[in-house]
Every structure is written in structure tokens, then in C-alpha cells.
């Protein structure tokens, strides 16, 4: 399996939703929501995975293609994860933290990913020799302990709210006053990324799917960090720094087992 090629296709993908998303970014496009007001969609999302399954069906047809947007087609060995806008909700209000996500797995395992930044122009992949951005080796390196930490989270989620507000709140509340800093950004997959990079040092999500993190759990992994939870699954998922005191943190109480 030629998984330099397979990266390949991936920032390929990615980039391919690069111009459009730039162009739009900060025109405040119509919003229209998906299962709820909290999970907005724009044309522009929709655009944008139509792009990405374009380069993917041609440079690796045969494939099969789980995108947020236009579901699961497809059938092979090879299954892509597409998210064309992880933080739509940043996106359409002109917020600058949002990315196209795109990953790769052959029969059931992870073996590439790219997460690209088209505001900043960074583009973090992952692959055979490591983790990168922008062609620069990442080091998952950071904090050991909370008191000196930057948690980056999307919990509490309103779901995670509705479902059982006082432990939620309370759980919340655990890691305000037991890290340094907690920030709430809006993308899993850039969050991840950041957790790679070692410019934040550890990232926490409830209820992610796996277009969602796919490709940032791989970038944590391969840079030298710990991702826990099931990215090809979704769900629950915890990621740090390499030399991140776990065991002592608030965070181990909700590590996926």
C-alpha cells in the first residue's frame, strides 16, 4: 500500500476546498441548521465536500467516502473521512478557527490524515514518517501537569448539558480551576492539531464523529502524543502532550478505558 500517495490525496483534498472557503470566509453566508440551531450547515459546506470527493474519486476511485455532508458512498478497501468545514459554526460568524479535515483507512486502520487551516495556510498531515505542518516534524511536547496546562474543549455541549446538567456544570467547573486555561475554540480536528503541534496541551470532546477526528488523532500519534477513545467509532475522546501527567489530572476521570 502506497500510504505516501494515499497522504498525497488526502492534502490534496483538502486544499482543494482552500479557495472557495477563503473567498466566503467573513461574508456571513445563510445558515441553515441540521438537527437542531446548534449544528449549522452552509452551501458552502456542502461545496466544499463536493470538491474533496471529487479529487478523492479521481485519484483513488473504488473508494469508499464518509463525509459529514454527503454520507457514506462507496464501497473498497480504502474508507476516507471527510469533514469539508469542522467549525462551521466559526466559519459562518467570521471567526478564524475553523478547517478542512480529511483522513484514510485501510481495512479498519488509520494510515493517513491531513487537517488544513485555509485562513492561516497551515496544513498538518500525517503519515508514514511522522506528523508535519506546512513540511516542519511536530513534537507532541508540552505541560506535565494541569496547574500549568492549556485544556482545549468542546465540553460541555448543550446535549452533554441536557442530558445531565449538574454533573456536566460541575465536571466543567473540575477544569476551570485545575488548569492554567480552558478554551473552548470550536473544531476537534484543529484542536487536535494544536495538541500535535504542542501548542496546547491536551484536548477533551463528547459525542465526536469520525470525520470529526479521524485525522487529528492520527496527527496526535503520530507526533508523539496519546489520543484516547475510538476515532474511527467517534464518541468520547481525550488527547495530550507526550509527558502529560494523566493519572494526576482532572482529566482522568473522564479518560475513555
Known amino acids: 500500500m ?9 492534502a490534496e483534498a483538502a486544499r482543494a476546498a482552500g479557495p472557495r472557503l477563503r473567498k466566503a470566509f ?19 459546506d456542502r461545496a466544499a465536500e463536493e470538491s474533496i470527493r471529487a479529487v478523492i474519486d479521481s485519484r483513488a476511485p473504488g473508494s469508499v467516502i464518509v463525509g459529514e455532508e454527503g454520507g457514506t458512498t462507496g464501497s473498497g478497501e480504502l474508507t476516507w473521512y471527510v469533514d469539508p468545514i469542522d467549525g462551521t459554526a466559526n466559519f459562518a460568524a467570521g471567526l478564524p478557527f475553523f478547517c478542512v479535515s480529511v483522513a484514510v483507512a485501510v481495512r479498519g486502520e488509520l494510515m493517513a490524515g491531513v487537517v488544513y487551516d485555509p485562513v492561516r495556510e497551515e496544513e498538518f498531515t500525517a503519515g508514514p514518517d511522522g506528523a508535519r505542518c506546512n513540511g516542519a516534524p511536530l513534537r507532541s511536547q508540552g505541560a506535565a501537569r494541569d496547574r500549568e496546562a492549556v485544556l482545549l474543549s468542546s465540553f460541555p455541549t448543550p446535549a452533554d448539558v441536557e442530558s445531565r446538567a449538574d454533573a456536566a456544570l460541575h465536571r466543567y467547573g473540575r477544569f476551570l480551576t485545575s488548569f492554567a486555561a480552558v478554551r473552548k475554540p470550536g473544531s476537534a480536528a484543529l484542536m487536535l492539531a494544536y495538541v500535535a503541534a504542542g501548542w496546547a496541551d491536551a484536548a477533551y470532546g463528547t459525542r465526536s464523529k469520525p470525520w470529526d477526528v479521524a485525522a487529528g488523532a492520527l496527527l496526535v500519534s503520530r507526533a508523539g502524543g496519546v489520543y484516547l477513545g475510538d476515532p474511527l467509532a467517534g464518541g468520547d475522546y481525550l488527547a495530550h502532550v507526550g509527558g502529560f501527567d494523566l493519572r494526576a489530572s482532572a482529566l482522568a476521570e473522564v479518560a475513555p478505558h
Do not use: I
Open 2 to 10: 502506497d500510504v505516501t500517495g494515499l497522504l498525497d490525496t488526502a
Open 26 to 44: 467573513r461574508t456571513r453566508p445563510g445558515v441553515s441548521t441540521k438537527h437542531d440551531f446548534h449544528d449549522p450547515v452552509t452551501e458552502h
